[in-house]
């Protein structure tokens, strides 16, 4: 697990957090691109799960057609991310190749803002529901809850 936190000037906290969405939605998705293939989990709607190999990698989306496929039938698991407007989070997928234990890894990043504070919580997991639990986790230790509410 990795948990990072930077701290925002008041006047740049909506374009920072607009800019880290963007750069997210700009990510490849697709089988081409096999080190940096993410998908966005959005913050209202159905989550697109993790990514796989498939030809084409889902898309976030805040609504689905029935008569639409499913992308891929080979997905890992699914854990779930808790979202709010205060959240954004992602998931990628690091081939066996590149990833240095001989298999593929599911990596899940969450990204909370806290007034001026952004703390962001990666995990990596051989599949995408321990790494989205694991990720929640390291969040939710990163910014434990006051000691009146405990």
């Known amino acids: 697990m990795i948990v990072t936190a930077a701290i925002v000037g008041r006047d740049d906290r909506e374009s920072v957090w607009q800019d880290i969405s ?7 998705s697709t089988k081409d691109d096999l080190v940096r293939t993410i998908v966005v989990i959005p913050q209202t709607g ?9 030809q084409e ?9 029935p008569t639409t496929p499913p992308t891929s039938t080979t997905r890992a698991p699914q854990g779930g991310v808790t979202m709010s407007t ?7 997928l690091t081939p066996a190749s590149v990833s240095g234990t001989g298999t593929d890894m599911h990596v899940t990043c969450v990204l909370d803002i806290d007034g001026v504070v952004l703390k962001r919580s990666c995990a990596t997991a051989e599949d995408s529901g321990t790494a989205d639990h694991l990720a929640q986790q390291a969040a939710v230790a990163f910014n434990p809850a006051p000691e009146i509410t405990r």
């Open 57 to 65: 990698i889902p898309v976030a989306s805040t609504s689905r057609t």
């Open 86 to 92: 205060q959240r954004q989070a992602w998931r990628g």
């Open 46 to 54: 159905p989550d697109p799960g993790p990514p796989s190999y498939a």
């Open 22 to 28: 963007a750069s997210n939605q700009r990510c490849p």
